[in-house]
């Protein structure tokens, strides 16, 4: 079997020429629910936002992702007030199981050489800055990655990503799916009581839980509403039920044991004197339930690798990119990740 790495880290974001004329860049957050741009101005730190629809080609299929995409980052680049031919580089950070097809569609009608990535990639540079480090995003789906050792010897490993029918462990629509079962179980008495059977019907506009279940399959619900009923298990899990607890704890070991075999695969837990740490950020809407998922979560990341720093992710995903758009064309050093995080939140704001 290949053991290959599942997602390469691109020679251009380690061995790029310094072009001193650089002066814009841009970076995209593509995902199943949302599509945000930005164009960043190296020299005088300001910020332009574009947004757009789904992009995620597992979600939408290639050709609304691609509008979405382009959208968002006409939108962005009119805001700067330049011409796309002024971009040093752009970053495309998109969800999906594979960006091939997108990022076939991309290079066709923006011939100046985009560069689309997966957004496991994007998240990574938001996390560490570019470092040796993990990021596992759990936002609508989920993902890993990871890159241990610099420059030549950067090691750089994927897992998780399937998308929601294969894979997602821990992300809000795992979460919210398992939540719905949680309440049918209840419901036939062949599962433990929880008040998910009430929460459910109430959140979903429906009678009863059945109900719910129905609409799953008729209407169908969509990705993103499923996962915001992750919401309220969280809510519950917080006030003690037992049930929406285990799912967290369920899911918290499940999405550890993808950091893990990232950790293993790139080297990062390995050392000498076994004494090197390493961040793992955590990035995504589903770690907005707070301790119940973070803590689970961070104890079974120690249980593998007791010195890898865990913590939220303040840095909004399009910061990854627009970090990583920075070191494409060479002006890596320009712009610091404490300093972006704050321009984008007071872009996010206004």
């Known amino acids: 079997m290949d053991r290959g790495s599942l997602v390469q880290l691109p020679e251009v974001f380690s061995a790029a020429q310094p072009r001193s004329q650089a002066r814009h860049v841009m970076g995209i957050d593509g995902g199943a629910t949302k599509t945000l741009a930005a164009v960043l101005d190296l020299e005088h730190k300001r910020l332009h936002l574009g947004h757009g629809g789904p992009s995620n080609e597992d979600a939408v299929g290639t050709q609304v992702a691609v509008h979405a995409l382009l959208g968002a980052a006409e939108e962005a680049i009119a805001a700067a007030g330049i011409a ?31 560069i689309v990535v997966n957004d496991v990639l994007g998240a990574w540079a938001a996390a560490t800055g570019g470092g040796p480090g993990v990021a596992a995003i759990a936002g609508t789906g989920s993902n890993v990655f990871g890159v241990g050792g610099e420059g030549e010897n950067a090691r750089a490993w994927r897992a998780g990503g399937w998308g929601h029918l294969l894979g997602d462990e821990g992300s809000g629509y795992w979460l919210g799916v398992q939540s719905i079962k949680a309440a049918l179980r209840d419901r036939e008495a062949s599962g433990p009581p929880t008040a998910l059977s009430q929460a459910a019907p109430v959140f979903f506009g429906e009678p009863s839980v059945e109900a719910v279940a129905q609409s799953v399959y008729s209407k169908p619900l969509t990705k993103g509403q499923i996962a915001a009923f992750a919401i309220e298990t969280a809510k519950l899990a917080e006030q003690g039920d ?28 390995e050392a000498p004197d076994g004494e090197r740490e390493f961040p793992v950020g955590l990035i995504g809407s589903a770690y907005k339930a707070g301790a119940v998922f973070i803590e689970p979560l961070t104890r079974a990341i120690h249980a593998y690798a007791p010195r890898a720093r865990v913590s939220t992710v303040q840095m909004a995903p399009v910061g990854g990119s627009l970090l990583l758009a920075a070191r494409a064309c060479g002006r890596g050093e320009a712009i610091a990740a404490g300093e972006l995080t704050p321009l984008i939140d007071a872009a996010l704001r206004s």
């Open 242 to 269: 037992a049930v929406a607890c285990e799912l967290y704890e369920r899911g918290a070991r499940e999405l550890s044991e993808q950091i893990a075999a990232v950790i293993r695969q790139t080297g990062l837990g």
């Open 84 to 114: 796309s031919s002024e971009l040093g580089a752009a970053v495309l950070a998109i969800a999906g199981t594979n960006t091939e097809d997108v990022a076939r569609r991309v290079r066709q009608a923006r011939p100046d050489a985009w």
